[in-house]
């Protein structure tokens, strides 16, 4: 069974940081890329960043570029989101997910998701 457990949300002040971690298990995800996305009340899923296992070709977002950081560990099979410089509009439920696919920042092309954890970003 594939599970993406997503942790390392909460509440922080603006100018502050998050690193938010995604655990993969229940198969090999070698050829996967892991992305991360979010999602404010009201809006739709939006692309933040993403990462493939294999070679770590990485991409941001222009609205989190210089600010996020996305890495991954393959002996814990885990992904992280390093989140710096935080501001109120980051605020939303974040999602990491999986996909074969090669348009990362399409949400409905990722495979597997997480349950989402939420940060919230006080002004």
């Known amino acids: 069974q594939v599970q993406l457990v997503e942790s390392g949300g909460g509440l922080v002040q603006a100018g502050g940081s998050l690193r938010l971690s995604c655990a993969a298990s229940?198969?090999?995800?070698?050829?996967?890329?892991m992305g991360w996305f979010r999602q404010a009340p009201g809006k739709e899923r939006e692309f933040v960043a993403t990462?493939?296992?294999?070679?770590?070709?990485?991409y941001y977002s222009d609205s989190v570029k210089g600010r996020f950081t996305i890495s991954r560990d393959n002996a814990k099979n885990t992904v992280y989101l390093q989140m710096n410089s935080l501001k109120p509009e980051d605020t939303a439920v974040y999602y990491c997910g999986a996909t074969l696919s090669l348009d990362y920042w399409r949400s409905h092309v990722y495979a597997y998701w997480g349950q989402g954890t939420q940060v919230t970003v006080s002004s």
């Open positions: 229940g198969r090999t995800f070698n050829n996967y890329a």
């Open positions: 990462i493939r296992w294999s070679g770590g070709r990485i």
